[in-house]
């Protein structure tokens, strides 16, 4: 059962990321300096290889969260969310942070892609925690 919860949460954290990018693509466009058409989208496109990624690295993190949950004793939907949104928000989103002012990023990046690391941890621990 294992193995389920965590595609699941993946798939969740992953489904929740879709819709945090899609509301905030203007901005985070903007924000990550890249060079944009007439029409507000990027002149140079990634293709598939950001998404094979981002489901990859939803899949590790899911699978840690679990282990973590499991070591630990959190085993409710309400642990699982706090749990998860005190990952995002003390283990990852200080790392992009870091990263992100090393290579002068703009702040604003920092808040959108530390958002989502914070709320979409939170999301994985909720479907973790109901598992």
């Not at 290579?103 to 989502?116: E, F, H, K, Q, V």
């Amino acid at each position: 059962m294992g193995i389920v919860a965590v595609i699941v949460a993946a798939v969740a954290g992953f489904a929740f990321g879709a819709v945090w990018y899609m509301s905030l693509s203007g901005p985070w466009l903007r924000a990550t300096g890249m060079e944009l058409d007439a029409q507000g989208q990027p002149v140079h496109k990634a293709g598939a290889l950001p998404f094979v990624i981002s489901g990859v690295t939803m899949l590790l993190v899911a699978g840690m969260m679990r282990h973590t949950f499991a070591m630990t004793g959190i085993d409710t939907a309400g642990k699982g969310l706090v749990t998860g949104l005190g990952v995002g928000a003390f283990f990852i989103s200080p790392w992009i942070a870091m990263n992100y002012a090393y290579s002068m990023r703009n702040p604003r990046l920092i808040a959108i892609d530390g958002g989502y690391a914070i709320l979409g941890c939170g999301v994985i621990g909720l479907v973790l925690g109901l598992f």
